[in-house]
């Protein structure tokens, strides 16, 4: 059973940092793609970072530069460190592996709040 667990979030000012991790659990995590989204109240889920299994990375022009997804393979981890926060990257944060053609494999985690003061 595919099992994604979302840690990390919390309350940042404008500036700040914070790092995500995602703990994946149930499929051959080595070999996907996984990806980092997130989603505010009444918006649909947005696409914020891919990593591919051997680390081609893709990103949102919103957080280029600012945000950097990683893996951990030996872990069945993934992570996302967010530089230079700003009060527009509040959201809940998921992280799940894209199919090909759209959408996911995996359900829906709880997610993590992230939420960025000015």
């Known amino acids: 059973q595919v099992q994604l667990v979302e840690t990390g979030g919390g309350l940042a000012q404008a500036g700040g940092s914070l790092r995500l991790s995602c703990a994946a659990s149930?499929?051959?995590?080595?070999?996907?793609?996984v990806s980092w989204y997130r989603q505010t109240p009444g918006e649909l889920r947005e696409l914020v970072a891919t990593?591919?299994?051997?680390?081609?990375?893709n990103y949102a022009d919103s957080v280029k530069g600012r945000f950097t997804i990683s893996r951990d393979n030996a872990k069945n981890t993934m992570y996302l460190q967010m530089n230079s926060l700003k009060p527009e990257d509040t959201a809940v944060y998921y992280c799940?592996?894209?199919?090909?053609?759209?959408?996911?494999?995996?359900?829906w985690g709880q997610g993590t709040q992230v939420t960025v003061s000015s």
């Open positions: 149930g499929f051959t995590f080595s070999t996907f793609a």
């Open positions: 799940n592996f894209p199919r090909p053609g759209g959408g996911t494999y995996g359900p």
């Open positions: 990593i591919g299994p051997r680390g081609t990375t």
